[in-house]
């Protein structure tokens, strides 16, 4: 019972929580690249707690309706710094990781089986939001990343291991994203990795139960036959 009322509240909150994350990710973005002041910066900061608390209340309600609910806790710590890490002002790249966890986390099943979009999705998301990340921590700072186009040249480097060395970040909040962005694209390689062996795994498997059922029906029509023609030489005349 418990378990059916939580699948079927994530499958009724999948959408709504992915809209929710790509409004929060939109004001993010507004912030660092709009640099709002007065008041379109407090209308993009409402929108960030608004959507915060559309990730609290989807957290709260799986925590209730959970049968497990210690169990359950100890294995979505990554759904409790989701909504814990928006709290702490200070943290603002943080917001880096819960964008992408969030985001990530909803849309998995749904682009399940379809690598192609995943791959793209996935890349292009980590390396916007991380280009948004690092260009807000290194404006200013009198390091090589003085524009979103550097950031963005930056990312795409990093994410693909390629490190050419032109663009790099000078500070430490900087340099946590560049961890966190090598890390995660380590991560990215190995899901998309992952989930092209198992859609070639399930391709081949339907494939051969599809051989397997053409050989069986084969066999079949040939028993009938041997059946028939026994019949036919035992009602024949003798010769």
Known sequence: MYGERLARWERAAEWPLVIAALIFLAAYAAQILATPEGLVEMTSEVVLKATWVVFVVDYVVRLVITRHRWRWFWHHLL???????????????????TIIALIQRN????????VAAFTVGATALTVFVAALAVY????????PISSFGDAVWWAFETITTV????YYP??????????????????????????????IVQRVSVEAEEASAATETQVESLRAEIAELKQMMREAPNL
Do not use: H, K, N, Q
């Open 136 to 143: 807000d921590a290194e404006r200013g700072s009198g390091g």
């Open 79 to 97: 759904d409790l710094a989701i909504v814990a890490l928006p709290i702490f002002r200070p943290l603002r790249l943080m917001r880096f990781f």
């Open 163 to 166: 490190g050419y060395g032109d």
């Open 107 to 114: 849309t998995g099943s749904m682009l399940r089986g379809r």
């Open 170 to 199: 000078v500070t430490i909040t900087g340099r946590v994203v560049a961890v966190g962005l090598m890390v995660g694209g380590l991560a990215l390689i190995g899901v998309v990795t992952a989930t092209l062996a198992a859609w």
